[in-house]
């Protein structure tokens, strides 16, 4: 069915300023208003949209609201839907960044901080077991979970390598026979590509000839990023942590941490961290200016792909749902993500708890080994309270976050 943009643009900005809650709550959201309450797309449509998104790189609760945005008014509204779920949430994230560049070592911001950084671990462990309990149904996702972890955990092997590996168990695996598939839209598919391909490259290929190199390197990595993050912002946070804090030198691990708390806290798609990482990165080798124009290049070439795939692939989307290989390359992908979070897990938590963590070689593996003498019993505290709030109070994550971050001012205060 069709709607008018001014609905499109009323519903979906009311959605995009408070969609607190990471991936999960926002697509909750979505669908008691799409579904139930507006009866824009029906229950059928919208999971097929859900299970095409996961499938893709990218902030799957953003592609499903463009998806959604062009199933009722075409380019034009999945543009408008597109854009009021991200705008802001990421307008907020730049006076955040900005604040934490030129005050984030004020003792009271540091105090703050100490406590949204316990609440950080509680929250991916809390991603952990949802993910979990919806991609480990069989003995052989469990497998794939646990060669995932040490895959990346131990052996430091590449992200994108452990994601084309279970894609490919999963589709060589999958079974059954294919659906009768509807009628796909008529569209040009290689000129979408071509046009939204130009879209999202052409501001790197400006910097580039201004001869700004960092902005190069920021608009460079954050566009692989864009084509790796399989699984959602959880499952490539630790790909992209080692990859700015120990490769590139942009962050310190406490700064990455830091700038997932203040993710957490905004409103829209949790990989708007990838912004404060581009301002910090930017502002660290040209100050406030050059970190802006690294902001904005980053939230590019991140979020311009999600209208790339889903222009050139939502067409298709009802006839992917009938393949059964696609679909089972799908649920590998997902259980080997449990794996990559249970890594960003253990990476929050050592780099968090412990104030010295060392990367130890025990044969052909590569351990991270905390100092113990180095653990802050005052962050173990306050994530023991933030998981009581979280798990036994089902408070919610705004509330938490506020709670938490009073709660860090006064252990800091008492010392």
Same mark, same amino acid.
């Given at each position: 069915m069709a709607?008018?943009l001014?609905?499109?643009?009323? &519903? *979906?900005?009311?959605?995009?300023?408070?969609?607190?809650g990471g991936p999960?709550?926002q $697509?909750?959201? /979505?669908h008691?208003v799409? =579904?139930?309450e507006r009866g824009w797309l029906?229950e059928?449509?919208?999971?097929?949209a %859900?299970s095409?998104?996961?499938l893709?790189p990218?902030p799957?609760?953003?592609?499903l609201a463009t998806y959604?945005g062009w199933?009722l008014?075409?380019v034009?509204g999945?543009l408008?839907a597109?854009?009021?779920?991200?705008?802001?949430?990421a307008l907020?994230m %730049?006076?955040?960044?900005?604040?934490?560049?030129a005050?984030g070592q004020?003792?009271l &911001?540091?105090?703050?901080?100490?406590?949204?950084?316990?609440?950080?671990?509680?929250? &991916? $462990?809390?991603a952990l077991?949802?993910?979990?309990?919806r991609?480990?149904?069989t003995?052989?996702?469990w497998?794939l979970?646990?060669?995932?972890?040490l895959g990346?955990?131990?052996?430091h092997l +590449? *992200?994108p390598l452990?994601i084309?590996?279970?894609?490919?168990y999963g589709?060589?695996t999958?079974?059954?026979?294919?659906?009768?598939?509807?009628?796909r839209?008529?569209?040009?598919?290689?000129r979408t590509? %071509?046009?939204?391909?130009?879209v999202?490259?052409a501001?790197?290929?400006l =910097?580039w000839?201004l001869?700004q190199?960092?902005?190069?390197e920021?608009?460079l990595?954050?566009?692989?990023?864009?084509?790796v993050t399989?699984?959602?912002?959880?499952a490539?946070?630790a790909?992209?942590a080692q990859?700015v804090?120990?490769d590139? @030198?942009?962050?310190?691990?406490?700064? /990455?941490l830091? @700038?997932?708390?203040l993710?957490?806290?905004?409103?829209? +798609?949790?990989i708007?961290?990838?912004?404060?990482v581009?301002?910090?990165?930017?502002?660290?080798?040209?100050?406030?200016?050059?970190?802006?124009a690294?902001?904005?290049?980053?939230l590019?070439?991140?979020?311009?792909p999600c209208f %790339?795939?889903?222009?050139?692939?939502?067409?298709y $989307?009802e006839?992917?749902a009938?393949?059964p290989r696609?679909?089972?390359a799908?649920?590998?992908?997902?259980?080997? =993500? =449990?794996g990559?979070i249970?890594?960003l897990?253990l990476?929050f938590?050592?780099?968090? *708890?412990f104030g010295?963590?060392?990367?130890?070689?025990?044969?052909? /593996?590569?351990l +991270?080994?905390p100092d113990? @003498?180095?653990?802050?019993?005052?962050?173990?505290?306050?994530?023991?309270v933030?998981?009581?709030?979280i *798990?036994?109070?089902?408070?919610s994550?705004p509330?938490?976050?506020?709670? /938490?971050?009073?709660?860090?001012?006064?252990v800091?205060? $008492? @010392?």
């Amino acid at each position: 069915m069709a709607a008018p943009l001014s609905d499109i643009a009323r &519903v *979906f900005g009311k959605i995009g300023i408070l969609s607190f809650g990471g991936p999960a709550a926002q $697509i909750a959201v /979505m669908h008691r208003v799409l =579904v139930d309450e507006r009866g824009w797309l029906t229950e059928k449509q919208y999971l097929n949209a %859900l299970s095409f998104c996961m499938l893709l790189p990218g902030p799957e609760a953003t592609q499903l609201a463009t998806y959604a945005g062009w199933r009722l008014q075409g380019v034009r509204g999945g543009l408008l839907a597109g854009l009021l779920f991200v705008l802001p949430g990421a307008l907020v994230m %730049l006076g955040l960044a900005s604040a934490y560049a030129a005050f984030g070592q004020v003792p009271l &911001v540091e105090a703050l901080f100490l406590g949204i950084k316990a609440t950080v671990i509680v929250v &991916v $462990i809390e991603a952990l077991l949802r993910v979990a309990k919806r991609a480990l149904k069989t003995p052989d996702r469990w497998v794939l979970a646990g060669l995932s972890f040490l895959g990346i955990f131990a052996f430091h092997l +590449p *992200f994108p390598l452990i994601i084309v590996l279970a894609a490919a168990y999963g589709a060589l695996t999958g079974g059954g026979e294919a659906e009768t598939a509807p009628p796909r839209a008529e569209v040009s598919t290689l000129r979408t590509i %071509l046009i939204w391909g130009t879209v999202w490259l052409a501001p790197i290929a400006l =910097v580039w000839a201004l001869g700004q190199e960092r902005l190069v390197e920021v608009g460079l990595f954050f566009a692989k990023l864009a084509v790796v993050t399989f699984g959602g912002a959880y499952a490539v946070l630790a790909y992209m942590a080692q990859e700015v804090v120990a490769d590139r @030198g942009w962050l310190t691990a406490t700064q /990455m941490l830091d @700038g997932l708390g203040l993710a957490e806290t905004t409103p829209g +798609p949790l990989i708007l961290v990838t912004e404060f990482v581009g301002y910090q990165a930017g502002y660290d080798a040209g100050g406030p200016a050059l970190a802006v124009a690294a902001a904005a290049l980053t939230l590019w070439v991140t979020f311009a792909p999600c209208f %790339l795939w889903i222009f050139a692939g939502a067409p298709y $989307i009802e006839w992917i749902a009938t393949r059964p290989r696609l679909t089972g390359a799908l649920s590998a992908i997902t259980a080997a =993500v =449990v794996g990559v979070i249970l890594n960003l897990s253990l990476w929050f938590a050592t780099h968090v *708890f412990f104030g010295t963590v060392t990367d130890t070689a025990i044969g052909p /593996m590569t351990l +991270p080994v905390p100092d113990p @003498g180095s653990l802050d019993p005052r962050v173990l505290a306050l994530s023991a309270v933030a998981a009581f709030l979280i *798990f036994r109070l089902r408070r919610s994550l705004p509330v938490t976050l506020g709670l /938490m971050a009073l709660a860090g001012v006064a252990v800091s205060a $008492i @010392g």
